[in-house]
Structures are given as structure tokens and as C-alpha cells.
């Protein structure tokens, strides 16, 4: 057989205690090409949870090698292990086999919080150890051997538990003894075929999103849509704003049902609950979340959204605030601008994220005192991007302001419907003229679909300059195109034309950006919500 080549792996299965007998007689080991062990105690906790309930927990590959004499560490547990011609290295399953050891195989006190774990009889859950621990906690380092098991259930007899709890020890003694891991067990002398396996078990795969996990584990029970991130997703993409990412659609879903929108949601719906309502709920407020963004925050689509991190922020206002004032509306979309102009920042923190959330609740103005007073204050001074890559937040935050313009073919002078324009051209922002140099600057592009003649030609000799249905003049405008800036491409002078268009760009964007930012006009919310009426003052 080639040295690179394989005998075909033998498939066994083994029992938790057959696993754990292996351990105890150190025939179970660790290459020295394994991580370290990377748990902690929700990862343990887990996986006694998906054994005493059945679930598959994955599988082993074993290889089948001579082992000397040694000291094996399995967590803090320490076997010294006599040499063996047929020892089973751990090349895939070593967090499973050092937490099944570490929790199972602990002698007396159990130095490793991860691994201190019992079965809370009562409620048939794994817990967390502490002290003192309560009498009808089974202490799980009792459970794989016999007799400390029954030593254990006699001083619970004794102590006059109820008998239903001895029989639930014995049942959760029964599953975890008897759950079975399937196993490949391998037989090679060559540890660097080994290695190349355990480096191609741990990069072929590539590891779920959260948005992918939560998709895994909750779907709505009625058949109605929205009933998952994804249905919900492709409800949201019919509104014509564009695909949502599932990461914000996750998150605006964790957003509605309050704390902290990056815990654990492996559990977020208790037994009773249907994740539908929450779907429908999400769907609602991103739907009010869009006429927004569209109507007073001037944000056409998606693509050109500087942050996608406030979609939860606002579905959470929108969810709790459906009928928002005009004045809270008005300065959410200072909020909104402000934070996506603020100097310096690339990109958005995780704990800007959550505190942002946290900062609404029921009190609509209050909410939005908080929001406003998260933006450090500025001196409404605005330096624009003028980069084409719609990849950075800032170049986004520029196209969104030139479709504020409400921008008009250079073909029949009509606006431009910007929701076919971002869903269906490619690309968003077509070149002008033929300039290298300026290939990825802004002076150089327009927001406009393509046509078959280049858009310079039609700066120069568009055929509404024939017609008197609309002023080309207007038309160029709304293009941040002066006369000046025209003439100077129709004297063939490239070169000029972008600097000075450039120029008239950068101070359109500004003016557009005061306008939404307003940092000169008070923030103050409506007078209803500063007036005191006299039974409140007097409660």
C-alpha cells in the first residue's frame, strides 16, 4: 500500500461507560498534536444534556497505536497509565472525551468548576455545583461507579426521599452508562497522515453562524409565515429595500424581546411559547422600520445604509413605539445621521450595539433622549467620502445622500425609482467617462441606470436638450452637475471636469448632511412630553 494511502477506517461504536473504562485503564490518550481543551461549563452542561435526552452528540475518530508510560491529563483529571501496544488516540473528540472523563471520573472534590456538575432529581436537569449542594442533587462523579452510585442512593433512602427520585437516579444512571458513541477507529504508523486528517477534519467544515444556529433551533408550530429567519427574510425582501442580512434579522428578533441581543438563545422559547409570534412581530416593526429609514431618514435601500446595526435598534423602537410622534420620528433621523457621519469611526462596536438597544423602553422620548445623547457631540462639520466602494460605511453614507437629490434620468428626465435602480443595476453607480485615475472616486460616477451610450455622452448631447418638457439644467442638478461642471466636459477636457465636479459634490453632500443631522437645532422632545398635569405632580 502507498505511505499516503489509508487502510479504510474500522466503524465501532462504544458505550459511555465502555469509553470511560478505557480511560481509567490509560488507554485512552491524546496526541500531542491536539488543542487544548476549550469548553466551559455550558459546553458541559450541554452535553450531558443531549446524552441524558438521546441526542446525537457526533462522532469519535480513534487511532489504534502503541502508547508508553505516561501520565495522561484529561482536564484536571490525572491518570498514570501503563504502556500498552493498542492505545486509543483521540484524533477527533477530545473536548467530548476530556468533559465525559472530567465530570464521570473526578474522585472527592472536584477541583474544576466545569466539571462539578450534578442532576437536580427533582426538576431531571443538570446543574452547576455549589455548596453546600442540596440532598436530592446526584453528584454526576458518583455515577459511573457502582457502588459509590449505590452508596449514594442508600443515604438518600435513608434521608426519606421519595422512592420516584431513586428511580429517577437509576433511569439517568441507565442513559448515561449505556448511550452509545459511534466511532472510526484508524491503524497507521504515520503520524503525519494522522495530522493531516485532524488538520482537514478542522478546516473542510466551516462553523455556523449564529444566524444559522437560531435558524437550527426555532421555527414557529402554526404553518404561518413568517415561522424562521428565513421566511422572515424573504418577506422582508418583497418590500422592495433589499435582502436583510440573517445576522440583523436575528438580532432585531433578540432586540424585541429585550436584554442583551448577543446571549445564548439556544433556549430562548420555553416549551409553551411559538416562535411565530416573534417572527410576526419582527416582520412588523422592520416593515415600519423601512418606511422610515425611506421616508424621513431619506435612505432608499439597504446597499446604501451606513450601519445595518440600527435596523434592530429601530425595530425595537418601532415595536414598542408603533405610533411614533412626527417629533421623535424627526429626531431619530438626526440620531440616525449623526452616528453615521461621526468622525473616525470604521465600523460599529459590539458594545455600541447592545447599549443602543438597552436604550429603548417604554418611554418613547426618553428613548430617544438616550439614543441622541450616545453620539458624542460634533460640530456639524462634515467631511464626505468620495469613494465609489459602496464596502465602506462612509461611501455608503455619500450614495444614500445623492439619492436624496431625488436624482433624474439623463434619458427622459424622469426621477430615478431608485427601489428598481439598487435591486436590478449593476453597477449602482456607473462610470461617467473613461478616467483610470478616477475609476474609484465618486466624481467620476453617477447615480444613474445604465444606458447604451456613456453617461458623458449624455451630458453633453442628451436628447432633453431638444425638449421643453423638462429643464436639462434641473435634470443636471439633481446630479451635482453645474453649468461649469458640464462645460468643462464639453470642452473635452476631462481632467478639469472631475476636479471641479469633486469640488461641487463634496458641497452638495455637506449641505445635504446639515440638513439631516441638524446638530444646530435643539433636540428637545415635544412639549406634551415636558408638561406635568396636576395629578401627576401632586401623586
Same mark, same amino acid.
Request: proline share 6%; charged share 25%; glycine share 6%.
Given at each position: 500500500?502507498?505511505?499516503?494511502?489509508?487502510?479504510?477506517?474500522?466503524?465501532?461504536?462504544?458505550?459511555?461507560?465502555?469509553?470511560?473504562?478505557?480511560?481509567?485503564?490509560?488507554?485512552?490518550?491524546?496526541?500531542?498534536?491536539?488543542?487544548?481543551?476549550?469548553?466551559?461549563?455550558?459546553?458541559?452542561?450541554?452535553?450531558?444534556?443531549?446524552?441524558?435526552?438521546?441526542?446525537?452528540?457526533?462522532?469519535?475518530?480513534?487511532?489504534?497505536?502503541?502508547?508508553?508510560?505516561?501520565?495522561?491529563?484529561?482536564?484536571?483529571?490525572?491518570?498514570?497509565?501503563?504502556?500498552?501496544?493498542?492505545?486509543?488516540?483521540?484524533?477527533?473528540?477530545?473536548?467530548?472525551?476530556?468533559?465525559?472523563?472530567?465530570?464521570?471520573?473526578?474522585?472527592?472534590?472536584?477541583?474544576?468548576?466545569?466539571?462539578?456538575?450534578?442532576?437536580?432529581?427533582?426538576?431531571?436537569?443538570?446543574?452547576?455545583?455549589?455548596?453546600?449542594?442540596?440532598?436530592?442533587?446526584?453528584?454526576?462523579?458518583?455515577?459511573?461507579?457502582?457502588?459509590?452510585?449505590?452508596?449514594?442512593?442508600?443515604?438518600?433512602?435513608?434521608?426519606?426521599?421519595?422512592?420516584?427520585?431513586?428511580?429517577?437516579?437509576?433511569?439517568?444512571?441507565?442513559?448515561?452508562?449505556?448511550?452509545?458513541?459511534?466511532?472510526?477507529?484508524?491503524?497507521?504508523?504515520?503520524?503525519?497522515?494522522?495530522?493531516?486528517?485532524?488538520?482537514?477534519?478542522?478546516?473542510?467544515?466551516?462553523?455556523?453562524?449564529?444566524?444559522?444556529?437560531?435558524?437550527?433551533?426555532?421555527?414557529?408550530?402554526?404553518?404561518?409565515?413568517?415561522?424562521?429567519?428565513?421566511?422572515?427574510?424573504?418577506?422582508?425582501?418583497?418590500?422592495?429595500?433589499?435582502?436583510?442580512?440573517?445576522?440583523?434579522?436575528?438580532?432585531?428578533?433578540?432586540?424585541?424581546?429585550?436584554?442583551?441581543?448577543?446571549?445564548?438563545?439556544?433556549?430562548?422559547?420555553?416549551?409553551?411559547?411559538?416562535?411565530?409570534?416573534?417572527?410576526?412581530?419582527?416582520?412588523?416593526?422592520?416593515?415600519?422600520?423601512?418606511?422610515?429609514?425611506?421616508?424621513?431618514?431619506?435612505?432608499?435601500?439597504?446597499?446604501?445604509?451606513?450601519?445595518?446595526?440600527?435596523?434592530?435598534?429601530?425595530?425595537?423602537?418601532?415595536? $414598542? @413605539?408603533?405610533?411614533? %410622534?412626527? &417629533?421623535?420620528? !424627526? +429626531? #431619530?433621523?438626526?440620531?440616525?445621521?449623526?452616528?453615521?457621519? *461621526?468622525?473616525?469611526?470604521?465600523?460599529?462596536?459590539?458594545?455600541?450595539?447592545?447599549?443602543?438597544?438597552?436604550?429603548?423602553?417604554?418611554?418613547?422620548?426618553?428613548?430617544?433622549?438616550?439614543?441622541?445623547?450616545?453620539?458624542?457631540?460634533?460640530?456639524?462639520?462634515?467631511?464626505?467620502?468620495?469613494?465609489?466602494?459602496?464596502?465602506?460605511?462612509?461611501?455608503?453614507?455619500?450614495?444614500?445622500?445623492?439619492?436624496?437629490?431625488?436624482?433624474?434620468?439623463?434619458?427622459?428626465?424622469?426621477?430615478?425609482?431608485?427601489?428598481?435602480?439598487?435591486?436590478?443595476?449593476?453597477?449602482?453607480?456607473?462610470?461617467?467617462?473613461?478616467?483610470?485615475?478616477?475609476?474609484?472616486?465618486?466624481?467620476?460616477?453617477? $447615480? @444613474?441606470?445604465?444606458? %447604451?451610450? &456613456?453617461?458623458? !455622452? +449624455? #451630458?453633453?448631447?442628451?436628447?432633453?436638450?431638444?425638449?421643453? *418638457?423638462?429643464?436639462?439644467?434641473?435634470?443636471?442638478?439633481?446630479?451635482?452637475?453645474?453649468?461649469?461642471?458640464?462645460?468643462?466636459?464639453?470642452?473635452?477636457?476631462?481632467?478639469?471636469?472631475?476636479?471641479?465636479?469633486?469640488?461641487?459634490?463634496?458641497?452638495?453632500?455637506?449641505?445635504?448632511?446639515?440638513?439631516?443631522?441638524?446638530?444646530?437645532?435643539?433636540?428637545?422632545?415635544?412639549?406634551?412630553?415636558?408638561?406635568?398635569?396636576?395629578?401627576?405632580?401632586?401623586?
Amino acid at each position: 500500500m502507498s505511505a499516503n494511502m489509508l487502510r479504510a477506517p474500522t466503524a465501532r461504536t462504544f458505550s459511555i461507560a465502555d469509553l470511560m473504562e478505557h480511560v481509567r485503564l490509560g488507554r485512552m490518550r491524546i496526541p500531542n498534536f491536539q488543542r487544548n481543551y476549550r469548553w466551559d461549563v455550558n459546553n458541559v452542561l450541554d452535553l450531558f444534556d443531549s446524552v441524558y435526552r438521546g441526542y446525537p452528540i457526533g462522532s469519535l475518530l480513534l487511532w489504534l497505536k502503541e502508547a508508553p508510560h505516561d501520565v495522561i491529563a484529561l482536564g484536571s483529571l490525572r491518570i498514570e497509565a501503563e504502556a500498552t501496544p493498542e492505545a486509543l488516540w483521540v484524533v477527533d473528540g477530545q473536548q467530548r472525551i476530556t468533559s465525559l472523563a472530567g465530570v464521570l471520573m473526578s474522585v472527592g472534590e472536584v477541583p474544576d468548576p466545569r466539571f462539578a456538575l450534578f442532576f437536580d432529581l427533582e426538576r431531571k436537569r443538570f446543574v452547576r455545583g455549589r455548596k453546600p449542594a442540596p440532598g436530592h442533587w446526584l453528584p454526576m462523579n458518583r455515577l459511573i461507579d457502582t457502588r459509590a452510585l449505590l452508596r449514594w442512593l442508600g443515604e438518600l433512602q435513608r434521608s426519606g426521599a421519595a422512592d420516584e427520585l431513586v428511580t429517577t437516579a437509576e433511569d439517568l444512571s441507565k442513559r448515561i452508562r449505556e448511550y452509545q458513541l459511534p466511532a472510526y477507529v484508524v491503524e497507521t504508523a504515520d503520524e503525519s497522515t494522522l495530522r493531516t486528517i485532524f488538520d482537514r477534519l478542522n478546516t473542510f467544515g466551516k462553523a455556523l453562524t449564529s444566524a444559522e444556529v437560531f435558524q437550527a433551533l426555532h421555527g414557529g408550530r402554526r404553518g404561518e409565515a413568517p415561522e424562521d429567519l428565513r421566511t422572515l427574510g424573504k418577506q422582508i425582501a418583497e418590500l422592495g429595500f433589499g435582502a436583510i442580512d440573517d445576522n440583523s434579522l436575528l438580532r432585531a428578533v433578540l432586540a424585541l424581546r429585550g436584554g442583551d441581543i448577543y446571549r445564548d438563545f439556544r433556549s430562548e422559547f420555553a416549551d409553551h411559547e411559538d416562535p411565530t409570534d416573534a417572527f410576526r412581530d419582527a416582520a412588523q416593526a422592520i416593515e415600519r422600520v423601512i418606511a422610515f429609514l425611506r421616508s424621513e431618514a431619506r435612505i432608499p435601500h439597504v446597499t446604501v445604509l451606513p450601519y445595518r446595526y440600527v435596523i434592530p435598534v429601530l425595530a425595537r423602537f418601532f415595536h $414598542l @413605539h408603533a405610533q411614533a %410622534t412626527p &417629533r421623535s420620528r !424627526t +429626531l #431619530l433621523r438626526r440620531w440616525l445621521w449623526r452616528d453615521a457621519l *461621526a468622525p473616525g469611526r470604521r465600523s460599529t462596536p459590539v458594545s455600541l450595539f447592545r447599549s443602543a438597544v438597552r436604550a429603548i423602553d417604554a418611554d418613547e422620548h426618553g428613548s430617544v433622549q438616550r439614543l441622541l445623547g450616545s453620539v458624542p457631540r460634533s460640530s456639524g462639520s462634515f467631511e464626505p467620502s468620495l469613494s465609489a466602494r459602496l464596502n465602506e460605511a462612509a461611501s455608503r453614507a455619500s450614495v444614500a445622500l445623492m439619492g436624496s437629490w431625488q436624482p433624474r434620468s439623463l434619458v427622459d428626465g424622469q426621477r430615478i425609482d431608485l427601489r428598481t435602480h439598487f435591486e436590478h443595476t449593476s453597477p449602482v453607480l456607473p462610470p461617467i467617462v473613461d478616467a483610470p485615475d478616477w475609476k474609484a472616486s465618486l466624481a467620476n460616477r453617477m $447615480l @444613474h441606470p445604465a444606458t %447604451t451610450s &456613456r453617461l458623458g !455622452t +449624455l #451630458l453633453i448631447d442628451s436628447p432633453l436638450k431638444h425638449e421643453d *418638457a423638462v429643464s436639462f439644467d434641473e435634470v443636471l442638478e439633481s446630479h451635482a452637475v453645474t453649468q461649469t461642471v458640464a462645460a468643462a466636459l464639453n470642452e473635452g477636457n476631462v481632467d478639469r471636469f472631475l476636479e471641479i465636479r469633486r469640488l461641487e459634490l463634496g458641497k452638495r453632500l455637506e449641505s445635504s448632511a446639515a440638513r439631516l443631522t441638524e446638530w444646530d437645532t435643539s433636540d428637545r422632545p415635544p412639549l406634551s412630553a415636558l408638561v406635568v398635569n396636576d395629578e401627576e405632580s401632586n401623586a
